[in-house]
């Protein structure tokens, strides 16, 4: 007789997960001399004798004395050890991404990863005839980027989003060396990217921050006003900015920083929030920057390869890192043409660029065309005042600015502050807790700017259910807050380690960056 | 109805769904979600870009089909270096970096994104191996943006304002490192001997009491050893300055590891470690160090520290001094800036020192030596051509010298593409003063036929 009734799975919450948890050791640890993980390429026979063993032209103070002290160990076994490690890492491809506000985790195709492969033995300085397939595909998607944002030219080189914002900086200090002008401060406001301020300070600028409307949440024109003189050189924002908050007087902070005489940065490094709906063009900017690891889903690789493309407008692509792809009718051609100019920026990172992450934006756009594009902005906006409005229903969680309308573009930043106040768990708490049903939650860049931040952001890419599921996790969280707000100030309970003794890592007496400084400092 | 309908990247592109969700947010038209962005800044017409194709089929087709318009290294046989090195991969390093969980990871914490964190520290702990030191950081994006770092931190180190660099370094490193340094340091050239060396007299003239650092590559931009490092060293640390060193890692198994000749920051890029060249992509820059707290204070790059928990017998990580950084509280007025920058190549590093471990690398090291100096010989054979024409101890990359045949080096290579072959860079229009001069990358992949073959083709090319 069969006893089995139907297993009840309508809890809406993952009570059950636990991360994966190997107690992995240190590679170091799994070394057994005489194990080997590849048997190297060998020199031929025939290359062997007639020079011999190689090393002995090294003079007897650059030989290396004694072999280098790295692991030995079988190649099943190296395999073994980082399966497992890939598996105590919490990517994309295994969690609804929903958590990691301001990152833009959206779905990276497996399609545009497989095809990549085929760049792997390409080289840089390969005669331009050899390489029209993929100099066709940067010029292709400089073109289509030049069209989402309406500047004029793009580069590639710069490796990451801060590297896109530094371009920038570098070329508003090149462009404004050009004209001999000594401006010396640059504007940005407290909820941009750090970057936005560390990345014009190393070009030499004094960082003045705006500080948001305490009513609407956006920078005040008028305090704008009060603080773009004759020695600002550059403002730079992003346009929604971390709290989610369009900014729809923007184009007046960009014409009276014109008057002014400054430049204008965009930091689009998420884009996600407009496009085909609004580009940098029409609010004037002069440049922006795209993060194609973030908006152009290529993926995030635990912290790149990526490329923040940056773009001008007409009249400052002499100032742009070179080389750049041009078509001459027939071929595309490298244009060196501003690589030697007195004033320009003339290289941010070498050679073009990560031309995968270039290569799988341009796939991306293509298995996308016009309509996905402005679909993926229209959908992630639509999830996430969706999300808004669910997380507006929990107790004791409520969004800063609302002013009545009381929507978002692509993301917000929310607050516990009240189950803070009743409870004593924080967001940094609840953000461990969160780990324990396999999911991401982040708070905010530092400095907290407002009291027990919580930053989200679904994109284009969860289903109704996945969002469903990450706001029933969290109100799941916040009641245990009240419940057992031990356990949560404890957490992270089911997730691959537990709480990190944090005091070693600010003491250089305690501190261990390398596993040889690990065995030196505790024997 | 504007946008993709059902696309499968999109599960909530239902038009259905869509009216449901709307409905739910008291909202009729996707138009509601952007009532904060003025009509004015909007765009009101559908963006000039291709059609979506309609299968994921046919964007393969396409893609296959643009790809087919390149020739690859495996293809032709490449001599091409200068930077980009092409290394055989193991196949361990492919798979684990392709891996979803690390590929589409990103800024998780040490709870949840261990093994990122654990892979990471472990990537660095092999590499402060290779090189000798303590401390190496979360990669950055490539050799010149971890050379320009160094010099950044050699800067503030002794709070000294110029880096001296020498002559015959690689003119975009260079100009990444000025771009990047901006006004803080002064690069100072110093000249090089025929060998193509530092020259010591010239160094020692430039010293002074301004010099924050000597910066040097081993092996050189043109492949060149410098082969008394700790003089330099010396000479450096004489005039109160730092001896800063650029390497390439995977020499690293035969050549002695820089801190045992004086190096006090030692950079590279992890590109030759596991990482295919990627058309340039596979770039990666580290920097290391001594365990010293000044020193430790200012990389700008993320340190994941190994530390305890609160469960007995558990590894944890976290992030070492986090407020030097510009994630933390004092964001411009921390160390430079980070962010995004390569760690996946980190991870794959790291795949690829445990993979070869100490034989291996020491192997890979005399294999690249030894397929180098044939070529070099072979070379050198044929009249009127010049092989290792700087007269130095190489490891993998020399320069041959066509100055003797007529030809220059971009009519010798184009000859070569005929047959198929990438010839070595052209660097005359760098440094006319070597006349018609290219840099040949020979490494571990290169057979005997391999390089009879391109012998025999140099031959016939000038002849």
Redesign the interface.
Known sequence: MNTMKRIDRSAKVRVGFHEAKWDEPIIYELSKPGERGILAPKAEKQVVQAVGDGVSVLPAALRRREAVNLPEISQNRVLRHYMRLSQETLGADVNIEIGQGTCTMKYSPKINEQLARGLFDLHPLQDPSTVQGIMEIFYQTDKYMQEISGMSRFTFQPGGGSQGLFTMASIVRAYMDSRGETRDEFITTIYSHPSDAAAPALKGYKIIYLQPNPENGLPDFEAFKAACTSRTAGFIQANPEDTGLFNGQIARFVDYAHQMGALCCYDQANGNAVLGVARAKEAGFDMCHFNLHKTFSTPHGCGGPACGATGVREGLEEFLPAPLIDFDGEKYVFNYAFENKEFGVHKVRSYYGVAPVVFKTYCWIRSMGPNGLYQVTKTAVLNNNYLFRKMLEIPGISAYYMDGKNQRVEQCRYTMEKIFQDTGVSTGDVQRRMMDFGMHYWTSHHPYFLPEPITLEPTESPSREDIDEYVNTLRYVFQECYDNPEYVKSAPHRSTTHQVDESVMDDPEKWATTWKVYLRKYK | M????N?P?????DPR??G???H??G?TS?DD??????D????HR????????DS?YA??R???G?????????E?L?F?G???W?H???A?C???N???????????????????F?????Y???V???VGM???N??T?????AAATTARMAQRYTGRREVLVPELMDP??L??M???C???VHFIKVRCTGQGLLDKADLQSKLSENTAGVYFEMPGYLGQ?E????AISDLAHAAGALSLVGVDPIT??????PA??GADIVCGDLQPLGI?????????GFMATR?E?KM?MEFPSR?????????K???????????RT????L????K??????????G?TA??Y???????????????M???A??AA?KIDAIPGLKANALGS?FMKEFLVDFSGTGKTVEAV??AL?DKQI?GG?DISKEFPQLGQCALYCVT??H??ED?DRLAAALAEVTR
């Open positions: 504007r946008g993709f309908a696309h990247y999109i599960p909530n592109s769904i869509q449901e969700m709307l739910e947010i909202m996707l979600l952007h009532r904060d962005i003025p004015e800044l909007k765009l559908e963006m000039d870009l291709p059609e979506a194709f994921e964007l393969q396409h893609v296959e643009l790809l087919k318009k390149n020739r690859t290294c495996k032709y490449n091409l200068a930077g980009c092409q055989y991969v193991p361990l492919d798979d684990i392709s891996r979803g969980e690390f590929l589409t990871g990103y800024g998780g914490e040490p709870y949840n994104e261990l093994g990122r654990q892979s990471l520290f472990e660095a702990s092999m402060a191996e290779l303590d401390v190496v979360v990669p994006m490539d050799w010149a943006q975009d490193k100009n990444i000025r771009n990047y901006a006004d803080d050893l082969t008394e490092p700790q690293l198994g035969v050549l002695e590891a045992n000749y295919h060249m990627n058309y340039g992509g596979g770039q990666s365990d707290e430790v340190l994941f520290g190994i530390a305890p928990t609160s469960q017998g558990e590894y944890g990580f976290g992030d070492v001094a986090y407020d510009s994630f933390g509280h964001r411009e007025k921390a430079e800036y980070v962010g995004t920058q390569s760690a996946l190549w991870i790291g795949v020192l445990a993979t070869m471990g100490p034989r291996g690398m020491e192997e890979v090291g005399q294999a030596m030894q397929n100096q044939y010989a101890v290579n184009r593409l990438f860079k571990e992949i057979t005997g390089l």
